[in-house]
């Protein structure tokens, strides 16, 4: 992928962090945060935050209240590395142009976003970095 | 004209997917054989709760002033037999689209000499089930004309646009990922012919603006007021998009 060279100039211009793309990655933590994976297993299952169930499985959770419109999550640290994680939480649009998975730290090129949330990223820093670390703990095995 | 302009010509002049012929399958075979059957049994149907209310409403004059939809509709079973089917609509030389509640309300105002209910309110959600009732098991039967085409364009646009903090369009769901779950529910073609629906989550009977204002909270997304042009245009792609699907006021959800 093509290095991006606005894309600093974007996050700070809405007033968020920049970082670096490299390949399909972000190597560095946003703002050199250090995650919690506790944390971010919290932001993952709560409906008012990440709510990345109703799209994604994650192991020991039942069945009926997972979504299946996103890969399963099981086996992700193993599958991607730390900062490709990161990237995809941050604008999964870059990887793939056609992707529902929302961009959780985006706040450009979106319409009509309820006013509550306008000028907001999906998820704060903190918050990507703590998800980044739980889901980096994800191994296939259960 | 070569061949390759004659096919795009052609193509250009084929009816998008929101006008074939093809019928989409009702919201309610998405359920389990335990709702289906609850919604499908006039006893059982909690909806019928309204559609009951409705009736009586339908036959009460409110005031000395005002006469009651029955003085001028008489029997509902006859008068209002196959009308919901063919909202929403836009009344000749009005160039305003009127939903069914907006056509009640409309009756309400400038032939009962009555206030407007408020949406969403008991009385609005009882008389709109009540009118569409008469129309159970009929197709729905609103397609694209002249007088309607400018509002149904601007549905389908919105239907199609990303929107929200969380980007999706209506369609991403709803024609992309029908038959999928998402968290509990199993998306569905997202059809208006259930409407208004008894849903459990709500303990009651809502419009199908309140649930594109659910969808729309969904995605973080600004939501549009009840009867709004935003939603009236919504609510005639969706219809345009079920034409044949039959009528199943009160249609019960999770």
Same mark, same amino acid.
């Given at each position: 992928?093509?290095?991006?060279?606005?894309?600093?100039?974007?996050?700070?211009?809405?007033?968020?962090?920049?970082?670096?793309?490299?390949?399909?990655?972000?190597?560095?933590?946003?703002?050199?945060?250090?995650? !919690?994976?506790?944390?971010?297993?919290?932001?993952?299952?709560?409906?008012?935050?990440?709510?990345?169930?109703?799209?994604?499985?994650?192991?020991?959770?039942?069945?009926?209240?997972?979504?299946?419109?996103?890969?399963?999550?099981?086996?992700?640290? =193993?599958?991607?590395?730390?900062?490709?994680?990161?990237?995809?939480?941050?604008?999964?649009?870059?990887?793939?142009? &056609?992707?529902?998975?929302?961009?959780?730290?985006?706040? !450009?090129?979106?319409?009509?976003?309820?006013?509550?949330?306008?000028?907001?990223?999906?998820?704060?820093?903190?918050?990507?970095? !703590?998800?980044?670390?739980?889901?980096?703990?994800?191994?296939?095995?259960? | 004209?070569?061949?390759?302009?004659?096919?795009?010509?052609?193509?250009? &002049? *084929?009816?998008?997917?929101? &006008?074939?012929?093809?019928?989409?399958? %009702?919201? &309610?075979?998405?359920?389990?054989?335990?709702?289906?059957?609850?919604?499908?049994?006039?006893?059982?149907?909690?909806?019928?709760?309204?559609?009951?209310?409705?009736?009586?409403?339908?036959?009460?004059?409110?005031?000395?002033? %005002?006469? %009651?939809?029955?003085?001028?509709?008489?029997?509902? =079973?006859? %008068?209002?037999?196959?009308?919901?089917?063919?909202?929403?609509?836009?009344?000749?030389?009005?160039?305003?689209?009127?939903?069914?509640?907006?056509?009640?309300?409309?009756?309400?105002?400038?032939?009962?000499?009555?206030?407007?209910?408020?949406?969403?309110?008991?009385?609005?959600?009882?008389?709109?089930?009540?009118?569409?009732?008469?129309?159970?098991?009929?197709? *729905?039967?609103?397609?694209?004309?002249?007088?309607?085409?400018?509002?149904?364009?601007?549905?389908?646009?919105?239907?199609?646009?990303?929107?929200?903090?969380?980007?999706?369009?209506?369609?991403?769901?709803?024609?992309?990922?029908?038959? *999928?779950?998402?968290?509990?529910?199993?998306?569905?073609?997202?059809?208006?012919?259930?409407?208004?629906?008894?849903?459990?989550?709500?303990?009651?009977?809502?419009?199908?603006?309140?649930?594109?204002?659910?969808?729309? *909270?969904?995605?973080?997304?600004?939501?549009?007021?009840?009867?709004?042009?935003?939603?009236?245009?919504?609510?005639?792609?969706?219809?345009?998009?079920?034409?044949?699907?039959?009528?199943?006021?009160?249609?019960?959800?999770?």
């Amino acid at each position: 992928m093509a290095a991006c060279f606005s894309c600093d100039a974007h996050a700070s211009e809405a007033g968020l962090l920049a970082y670096d793309i490299v390949g399909d990655a972000v190597p560095a933590a946003l703002g050199g945060l250090l995650g !919690d994976p506790e944390r971010g297993r919290e932001i993952v299952l709560d409906r008012r935050s990440g709510n990345c169930l109703i799209c994604h499985a994650l192991p020991a959770i039942d069945q009926h209240f997972q979504g299946e419109l996103g890969p399963a999550l099981a086996g992700v640290g =193993e599958r991607l590395s730390t900062g490709q994680i990161r990237l995809r939480l941050i604008d999964q649009s870059r990887i793939n142009a &056609t992707t529902i998975m929302p961009p959780y730290y985006r706040v !450009d090129a979106l319409s009509h976003v309820a006013p509550e949330y306008i000028g907001q990223t999906a998820l704060q820093a903190q918050q990507i970095e !703590d998800v980044v670390a739980y889901l980096s703990t994800l191994s296939s095995s259960p | 004209m070569n061949w390759r302009a004659l096919c795009f010509a052609l193509i250009a &002049t *084929l009816p998008s997917a929101a &006008t074939s012929t093809e019928i989409l399958p %009702s919201g &309610t075979t998405f359920l389990s054989q335990g709702l289906q059957a609850q919604a499908a049994d006039a006893g059982a149907n909690p909806g019928m709760l309204w559609v009951a209310d409705g009736e009586r409403l339908w036959n009460t004059a409110e005031s000395a002033a %005002s006469s %009651s939809c029955a003085s001028c509709h008489g029997d509902a =079973e006859v %008068s209002m037999r196959g009308v919901a089917t063919r909202y929403p609509l836009v009344i000749p030389g009005s160039n305003q689209l009127l939903n069914l509640e907006g056509r009640i309300n409309t009756c309400r105002v400038q032939r009962q000499n009555a206030l407007a209910y408020a949406h969403e309110s008991d009385e609005l959600l009882s008389l709109s089930a009540f009118v569409a009732r008469q129309s159970l098991h009929m197709p *729905l039967k609103v397609t694209v004309n002249d007088a309607n085409a400018e509002f149904f364009a601007a549905g389908e646009a919105a239907f199609h646009q990303r929107r929200g903090q969380l980007n999706l369009s209506c369609a991403n769901c709803h024609v992309e990922r029908v038959g *999928l779950r998402l968290r509990g529910d199993v998306i569905t073609h997202a059809l208006p012919n259930a409407f208004p629906i008894y849903r459990l989550e709500w303990q009651g009977l809502g419009s199908l603006h309140r649930r594109l204002r659910a969808c729309a *909270l969904g995605v973080r997304a600004e939501m549009f007021d009840y009867g709004s042009e935003a939603y009236l245009n919504l609510e005639l792609y969706l219809t345009v998009r079920a034409n044949g699907v039959a009528v199943e006021t009160p249609g019960i959800r999770k």
